[in-house]
């Protein structure tokens, strides 16, 4: 799921039961990250292939910090993403 705050996109995934917020664009040429494969962990870029780690936002090859995660929580069916100012 892709969802778009204050002029950002931020993905969403739920992943082993346990739901994850990162920035949705990828830094290499801002392929759409929510629809991206998501394996052991790891999130594949569409559009060219670059791996980012879901729970750092860390490229999973260089291990290098890429895109920002937040906080994301659910209750009674609402998911609620804390955003900084
Ligand atoms: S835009 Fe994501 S790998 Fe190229």
Request: hydrophobic fraction near 40%; charge should be negative; include cysteine.
């Amino acid at each position: 799921m892709e969802v778009l705050f204050r002029g950002d996109i931020i993905a969403v995934f739920r992943h082993q039961g346990v739901l994850f917020a990162i920035d949705g664009v990828c830094m290499h040429q801002g392929g759409p990250l929510a629809k991206g494969q998501l394996r052991d962990g790891t999130i594949t870029c569409p559009w060219h292939g670059w791996q980012y780690e879901l729970k750092t936002g860390c490229n999973a090859t260089t291990c290098k910090p890429m895109l920002k995660t937040y906080e994301i929580q659910e209750a009674d069916g609402v998911i609620e993403i804390d955003v900084p100012d």
